[in-house]
Structure formats: structure tokens, C-alpha cells
């Protein structure tokens, strides 16, 4: 089955404790992005990736990093979590930019 | 980043009624409007998508309209059903996201 595969799915942490969040895609896309979603406020792009070794900020890139060493994987790092991210976090991949994004199942995070 | 305005934030209708959601953006550039459809507990998914040499498209119950000049495009959902409640969000060259709409259908 064609998908878009996260894990965790819930995190409990507290600040300042490294976190990684996978995200891993079936589908030999080349394009992939991480979002967070907060009430009020919609999706938000964090980073997203062209291809395999090709980074780049999005709108909301403070605190987080990834990496893009395999064309299939895309994880999220938090190097040290504050409260402020808090959140929903969403992976999504595609075959191109501005082609269908297909959405992973979601992480929801939070950091006391 | 850019800005999409997406009205009403939240909508009902009666099953069998029409939707319609719409969204403004600012870049003239931007050539791409994707619509999603976000289901509780789950990931937005992609239910239409309209390209900037075209007006309009439509897929069965869904259409989206779009007017390059007035910078807005529009959802329309036709005889509305209770499974088509769900946040929808309007999307600008794919990653910038309008607010979402909570749209509740009343049987």
C-alpha cells in the first residue's frame, strides 16, 4: 500500500530533550515536507526537501532540523524541544513540487 | 511567507444543500491551488487541484473555480452529505495553507 508512514504518533517530552520524528515513504517521491499544524493558524511548512542531500527552510524553520540521506526518509530533529512546539506534525511527500502532497497520519507532540 | 485568507472558518448546511469556501492569495506569481479535505485524527488529503491556465474543474460533487485577476479561488461542493464533514484547506503553490473551514452537514 502506497503511504506515507510516522512514528511516533504521541510524544510526551520535556524541554530540552533531543527528539527525532521519522517519517519514511513508500512511493519513490522525490519531494518532502514537514508541517506543524496549530489551532487558528492552519499548516505551516517547517522544511522541505527536493531530492535526496537537498534541504531547505520553510516558513517556520526555528529549532528544528532534518536530514535527507536516503531518497525514502525525511526525519525531523528537535534538538532541544521548548514548550512553544507543542504541536501537531504532519510529513507529506510527492512524486514532484506542486504535484498531489500525500500526507502522513500525524504526530502530536507535546513538551511540558 | 505568503498570505491566504480562507472564509467562512466555520460553515453548515443542510445534507442536499450546496458549500462553498473560498480563498484569496497575494502572490500573482503563484500558479498552483490545491484544495484538502482533513478528516479528525487524520491527515490532510488532496481532493482537487486547480493550475493557473485553466478557470475552472470540476469532479463530480466537487468544482473549484478560479479568478487569476481577483487573486481568489473557490470550493464549491454540490448535494452536500454528512460524510463530507471535515476541515478543508485551501492551499497557494502547495505549501501555504489557508486556516481551514469546518464544514458540518446537518442530516
Known amino acids: 500500500e502506497a503511504q506515507v508512514t510516522q512514528n511516533p504518533r504521541y510524544l510526551i517530552t520535556v524541554t530540552g530533550k533531543k527528539l527525532t520524528v521519522t517519517c519514511s515513504q513508500n512511493m519513490n517521491h522525490e519531494y518532502m515536507s514537514w508541517y506543524r499544524q496549530d489551532p487558528g493558524l492552519g499548516l505551516r511548512q517547517i522544511y522541505y526537501?527536493?531530492?535526496?542531500?537537498?534541504?531547505d527552510k520553510g516558513d517556520v524553520p526555528e529549532g528544528y532540523k532534518v536530514s535527507r540521506k536516503e531518497k525514502r526518509n525525511f526525519p525531523l530533529i528537535l534538538e532541544s524541544p521548548s514548550p512553544n512546539q507543542t504541536s501537531l506534525y504532519f510529513c507529506a511527500s510527492s512524486k514532484r513540487f506542486q504535484e498531489t502532497q500525500y500526507f502522513g497520519p500525524g504526530t502530536r507532540l507535546l513538551v511540558l | 511567507g505568503e498570505n491566504v485568507e480562507q472564509h467562512p472558518s466555520t460553515l453548515s448546511v443542510q445534507e442536499g444543500d450546496s458549500a462553498v469556501i473560498k480563498c484569496t492569495y497575494s502572490d500573482s506569481a503563484s500558479n498552483y491551488f490545491p484544495w484538502y479535505k482533513q478528516e479528525l485524527g487524520k491527515g490532510p488529503q488532496l481532493i482537487i487541484d486547480i493550475r493557473s491556465n485553466v478557470g475552472e474543474k470540476k469532479d463530480q460533487r466537487i468544482a473549484v473555480t478560479l479568478n487569476k485577476t481577483a487573486k481568489h479561488f473557490s470550493l464549491h461542493i454540490t448535494e452536500t452529505q454528512p460524510e463530507d464533514s471535515a476541515v478543508y484547506f485551501c492551499?497557494?503553490?502547495?505549501?501555504?495553507f489557508g486556516t481551514g473551514t469546518s464544514l458540518t452537514v446537518i442530516p
Open positions: 492551499a497557494e503553490r502547495e505549501f501555504y
Open positions: 526537501s527536493m531530492n535526496v542531500e537537498v534541504t
